[in-house]
């Protein structure tokens, strides 16, 4: 099937779970959300199926809370719904959002100039977020709110990456990423003056992977799953850690749960890198960057 003939079934068959539209097309479920995700990123246009879906729910349950909360519920990527706020003319929708995701986080006017300042200073979200007292995705959320488009790809985008519709997370050190926990870990390393490289691949045994962080003074690896908890995900997280294991390559493995408490992943980054320091591992691995 073409792209446009996947998205018009998709469009008549909105009533549907994604995985739902995924096995009917004998589809890989993985392969058809993607396709579905890229097509609203890289367009103006707005998920009017996914619009619906989230509407009805909060109609219905008008304390469903944030998009974290909605995207477990409706069984698809919190992306997903965050990039349709950013587009949405549904007022409903917009005030619900508004309320969830800071206002009742106690966010004040003062903290809103903080964040906004934070941006021209190169400040990322997750560390914004922890001088102000909120989580990253909180600060990402008001930096879109109010921050023109051209304003906020100033600051926060980038098109260096191997998808040209990805946008991204500046760290302190300058560095892009697709995710805020990439973000945040690499913002630990730098403040600790941990050598790191990020946006490298792996060639190894005719197979390429792109692994999050790699550690450059011991030649190993950190992964960051932060979205484990999700089904279609899931597959290819195996895959990582398969290839990684039955090649013996060194590498932290982090799960979404392990960002819950940040004492949690910031310990595992100290037992690991202390566990391995002034070694050299991974030897026989060729690592690339991204053009």
């Known amino acids: 099937m073409t792209k446009e003939e996947i998205l018009n079934y998709y469009y008549n068959n ?42 009805d729910l909060i109609k219905l349950f008008p304390y469903t ?8 519920i409706l069984k698809i990527s919190g992306h997903s719904i ?11 929708i917009k005030n619900h959002f508004n309320k969830s995701l800071y206002k009742s986080k106690g966010v004040t006017d003062e903290d809103i ?15 914004m977020g922890d ?17 023109t488009e051209e304003e906020y790809d100033k600051y926060h985008s980038s098109s260096k990456f191997f998808e040209p519709w990805s946008k991204g997370y500046k760290n302190d050190r ?13 913002d630990f ?9 990020a946006n490298v691949i792996i060639d190894y045994k005719e197979k390429k992977y792109s692994p ?31 290839f990684y294991n039955e090649n013996k390559i060194k590498c932290l493995f982090l799960f979404q749960e392990s960002f819950y408490d940040s004492l949690d992943w910031e310990e595992k980054v100290i037992t690991f890198i202390s566990e391995i320091k002034n070694k050299k591992f991974n030897k026989k691995i060729k690592i690339k960057k991204h053009e």
């Open 174 to 186: 300058g560095d892009i990423f697709l995710s805020s926990l990439e973000e945040k870990v690499c």
């Open 14 to 55: 909105k009533h549907k779970e994604r995985y739902q539209i995924a096995r009917e097309l004998k589809l890989n479920k993985n392969t058809f959300c993607s396709l579905i995700d890229k097509h609203f990123i890289n367009s103006k246009e707005i998920d009017i199926c996914l619009e619906q879906k989230i509407l």
């Open 113 to 127: 100039q903080k964040i906004l300042e934070g941006s021209k200073n190169g400040i990322g979200n997750d560390l």
């Open 212 to 242: 999050d962080i790699h550690l450059v003074d011991t030649n190993v690896f950190i992964e960051i799953f932060g979205m484990s908890n999700i089904p279609y995900y899931q597959t290819r997280m195996y895959e990582k850690i398969k």
């Open 131 to 147: 001088m102000v007292g909120v989580d990253g995705s909180t600060v990402r959320y008001i930096r879109k709110k109010f921050l």
């Open 82 to 92: 965050n990039q349709l706020l950013l587009k949405t003319n549904n007022q409903t």
């Open 189 to 197: 390393l730098y403040k600790n003056s941990i050598k790191y490289n």
């Open 65 to 72: 809370g944030t998009s974290t909360k909605l995207a477990r």
